[in-house]
């Protein structure tokens, strides 16, 4: 079975403080994703990678930045957390050649 | 790029009814159409998919239907029982390159007892 982890299921942080969230995966899958649900907009792509140290912006980057050093590990980095960024994060993982996404738990992430 | 609509974005329905969730995509190119369930408080996970080479394929209750030159594609739950309420999203992911999907806005199904 495909394991997607998350390193926090919540969080609350202050307005203006560096926030990193970090997604882990046991399937040696070369891309990962990072994605936030918020009511009435559904999924929404952040950043993508689909190698290690490789990124593209989804599409709303804006105000996050990601890092991929390990193939199994990918990271959400809230430079200056603001109150816009409330949400709930969902990270994933993919065998390209298959196309099937594994979600993680999710980490409800609260910005006061 | 590739833009997905779905519709409704809610839908009640009484037990054993059939129900149906619909999705347009706008880019030619898509060739890959998952659905994925996501019951309150879980994370999403794929229930079925359909490739742009095929037009309907079926799991036990769940069908999905695709039609290319239209461009869009359907969800169909039939005989539906209270645990299949939840959100279910439509995707679509365009040949080569990029992998990402895009996803619609979710339709949140209730299936009343």
């Known amino acids: 079975d495909v394991k997607v982890t998350q390193s926090s299921r919540y969080l609350v942080k202050r307005t203006g403080e560096k926030v990193f969230l970090e997604c882990v995966q046991d399937?040696?899958?070369?891309?990962m994703f990072w994605y936030r649900q918020d009511p009435g907009l559904g999924l929404r792509l952040i950043y993508f990678?689909?190698?290690?140290?490789?990124?593209e912006k989804g599409d709303i980057p804006e105000g996050y930045s990601v890092s991929r050093e390990k193939k199994e590990r990918f990271s959400l980095i809230l430079e200056s957390a603001s109150t816009n960024q409330t949400s709930m994060y969902l990270c994933a993982s993919a065998d390209g050649a298959v196309g099937e996404q594994y979600f993680g738990p999710g980490t409800r992430l609260t910005v006061t | 790029g590739e833009n997905v609509e779905q519709h409704p974005s809610t839908l009640s329905v009484q037990e054993g009814d059939s129900a149906v969730i619909k999705c347009t995509y706008s880019?030619?190119?898509?060739?890959?159409f998952p659905w994925y369930k996501q019951e309150l408080g879980k994370r999403p996970q794929l229930i079925i998919d359909?490739?742009?080479?095929?037009g309907e394929k079926k799991d036990q209750r769940i069908a999905v239907t695709l039609n290319k030159t239209a461009k869009h594609f359907s969800l169909h739950i039939t005989e539906t029982q209270p645990e299949d309420s939840a959100v279910y999203f439509c995707a679509a992911k365009s040949q080569g390159g990029s992998e990402k999907l895009v996803f619609g806005k979710g339709t949140k199904l209730t299936v009343n007892p």
């Open positions: 880019d030619s190119a898509s060739n890959y």
């Open positions: 399937m040696d899958h070369e891309n």
């Open positions: 990678s689909y190698d290690v140290k490789m990124k």
């Open positions: 359909i490739r742009s080479n095929v």
